[in-house]
């Protein structure tokens, strides 16, 4: 018996160095998700640090957008993934803190059906509206004036329920105290071309995907959500200067979860080679250019941050009325 015994404990203390010797499986993929459509943070992201990751793992990785339901089809698919290492997903903290508190019913519980890897970066929204469709909303004060005159006339574009970009505009038009309509699109790309179309009349987004169409003179940023200006962006001011609206932040910050029940082992192989290839001066560069905040946490940070932001988005949702019906 004690011959036993001693034996399971030396299985159990070996089965973690099996787990991580075993990771990745030879030949089999590695699937990079992302919860919106191609184009949007998550996949840039994930295309910049693709052939590195692969390198580094030794397998093809692969990228892939699965969206809807405002980042949930890839939530769900993650958790319900095996617990291997194989599935990765690049979440936002809307996905994994809001969603729970905009939405009626969750497929799965995020602090309990999926596992922390790290942190990534925090990226703040911009106020967007088209130059050819709006040209009236010269600066921020002009579109709350618009609104005030026209109560419930002005639309405002989201890149999905519970998404950041809803919960900025929300905070923004309480902060405002102005009536907007809120329409929803299944991801960003489809939110800026309702905008271009004039389908929407204002969109807070994420400054990356903008900043080309900014340049070219296609859309005006009227007040980032930040706390202060950001580098790449030092024209744009803050909401909280350009709106008068002192003390407004509203960002979101990306992390990278997998499947609960995904050995340490595993978890800890992925976070050094996804912040080691992340954590270079090219690839640190091309983020900051694109207005991120680079923040490499590791599991333990994550979810800590998690469980903070939880009961604070769940207070920002209950004081803006956001919450789906």
């Not at 040209?135 to 002005?154: K, S, V």
């Not at 640190?284 to 939880?310: H, K, N, Y």
Request: proline content about 8%.
């Amino acid at each position: 018996m004690r011959s036993r015994i001693l034996l399971a404990a030396a299985l159990l203390l070996a089965a973690p160095a099996a787990w991580a010797q075993s990771f990745p499986t030879p030949g089999r993929p590695v699937l990079l998700l992302g919860g919106f459509p191609a184009g949007t943070q998550a996949d840039i992201y994930w295309r910049l640090i693709q052939n590195q990751l692969s390198a580094a793992l030794g397998v093809p990785a692969v990228v892939e957008a699965r969206s809807g339901a405002s980042g949930n089809i890839a939530m769900e698919a993650t958790a319900r993934a095996a617990p291997d290492g194989h599935t990765v997903l690049a979440a936002t903290s809307a996905m994994l803190a809001i969603n729970r508190a905009v939405l009626p019913q969750m497929p799965i519980d995020t602090q309990t059906d999926l596992a922390p890897v790290m942190t990534l970066f925090e990226v703040p929204n911009v106020l967007v509206t088209s130059t050819e469709k709006r040209p009236q909303f010269t600066d921020c004060r002009a579109l709350i004036g618009a609104a005030r005159d026209a109560p419930g006339r002005l639309n405002y574009a989201s890149s999905g329920i519970g998404a950041s970009t809803h919960l900025a505009a929300a905070q923004f038009a309480t902060a405002a105290s102005i009536n907007m309509v809120h329409v929803p699109y299944r991801g960003g790309p489809f939110a800026m071309t309702a905008l271009y179309q004039g389908d929407a009349d204002l969109f807070f987004y994420q400054s990356g995907p903008v900043l080309d169409d900014w340049r070219l003179g296609r859309v005006r940023l009227l007040g980032i959500t930040s706390a202060q200006r950001v580098a790449t962006l030092p024209e744009v001011p803050t909401i909280a200067e350009a709106c008068d609206m002192p003390g407004f932040v509203s960002t979101t910050w990306y992390g990278i979860v997998v499947p609960a029940r995904t050995p340490r082992p595993i978890i800890d192989r992925l976070h050094a080679e996804i912040r080691r290839v992340t954590d270079t001066p090219d690839i640190r560069s091309r983020m900051e250019a694109m207005g991120f905040t680079m923040m490499l946490g590791g599991p333990e940070e994550m979810r800590t941050r998690l469980a903070a932001d939880i009961p604070h988005w769940a207070g920002v949702v209950e004081r803006s009325g956001a919450r789906q019906q």
